[in-house]
């Protein structure tokens, strides 16, 4: 039996138009723009403002535009998928939301919540769909608004993270191009490094939850550094020698934009070239499930049919994964 293959056919991102700076933080928090810089390499991020406005309003102009780029009619779509951990609402799922927003009719949609690798995620999820036969035109997306779930008074993590995301158009191709190979892990003892943890069934949000700040995203830094690191650079050996390829052979790394230290240490332990490793975390931050549609929106115009590039990603939970794809366009 032949082989199906999976192409992306398309990718919009979007980020909102309020750019915070390390300058502003600084009159929040105790820190400093040297700081930020140096032990993230991040200069700005962007971050949603208005009343009643939530991921799945950044979705919509990431769909609505993507729909434009590829001439698609909201109809024509049959299945959605949005990997995010700042849902509109604890449900409905937020891909339900943006569906009846820009006027999907036709598909079921649903959410995927695995953190920072949930583009990941969902990318192998939509493509198993196509690959099936039962589903042809598929929305994968990705986005969080950070903003809602940081502590601006902890210089730990509110430095980091950003709002943002994006989407990708999957269809499947009779050419040999498209998701090509993937490999994921999760390993829940990581949740006592990285975690929400008010807002589940363990512990709802109450006013003594609220008092201890346990709405607001916790991380202990070194471990989840570690974790990530070994991870991310782990599954792309896999990826790579389980397809007999080379570094060479790709030509392009797209890592999850975590942290500066983080990329810069995943491409020494996988001796790849830091010029041809996707980075935009100096203009976004950290934006959890969108940061891997964003980097392959800001790179789409480099990137040529034909190209292998890999994408990586560790989040919280742990979770983490690669998937090679050979681009399609």
Request: with cysteine; net charge negative.
């Amino acid at each position: 039996m032949s082989r199906k293959y999976v192409a992306i056919t398309g990718v919009q991102g979007y980020v909102p138009d309020y750019v915070m700076t390390n300058k502003e933080l600084e009159t929040m928090v105790d820190t400093t723009d040297e700081w930020i810089r140096t032990r993230t390499g991040i200069e700005t991020r962007h971050v949603q403002k208005g009343e009643g406005l939530g991921t799945s309003d950044m979705l919509v102009h990431a769909v609505n535009g993507l729909l434009e780029k590829t001439g698609t009619k909201p109809e024509e779509i049959d299945l959605v998928i949005c990997a995010t951990i700042t849902g509109d609402m604890p449900f409905p799922d937020t891909a339900n939301i943006v569906c009846d927003k820009v006027g999907i009719k036709n598909a079921f949609s649903f959410d995927i919540n695995a953190a920072c690798s949930g583009f990941l995620y969902a990318l192998t999820t939509g493509a198993k769909f196509v690959e099936s036969g039962s589903h042809k035109k598929v929305l994968v997306l990705g986005a969080d608004k950070m903003s809602s779930i940081i502590d601006y008074t902890d210089r730990t993590t509110c430095v980091i993270f950003g709002d943002g995301g994006g989407a990708v158009m999957l269809e499947p191709t009779e050419e040999e191009v498209g998701i090509m190979d993937s490999i994921h892990h999760s390993d829940g003892s990581g949740r006592h490094y990285l975690h929400l943890k008010a807002g589940g069934s363990v512990q709802p949000i109450s006013v003594d939850a609220i008092e201890k700040r346990e709405q607001y995203v916790f991380q202990n830094g070194r471990p989840v550094f570690k974790a990530a690191v070994n991870g991310m650079s782990d599954v792309v050996k896999t990826i790579l020698e389980r397809n007999q390829l080379t570094n060479d052979d790709i030509a392009w790394l797209v890592p999850h934009q975590a942290n500066m230290r983080i990329i810069e240490t995943v491409s020494k332990m996988v001796e790849f070239p830091l010029d041809r490793v996707m980075i935009n975390i100096n203009r976004y931050g950290n934006t959890t499930a969108g940061t891997l549609p964003l980097c392959l929106w800001d790179y789409e115009s480099q990137l040529k049919k034909g190209d292998n590039i890999i994408l990586t990603a560790f989040g919280g939970g742990f979770t983490w994964g690669a998937i090679w794809v050979k681009w399609a366009y």
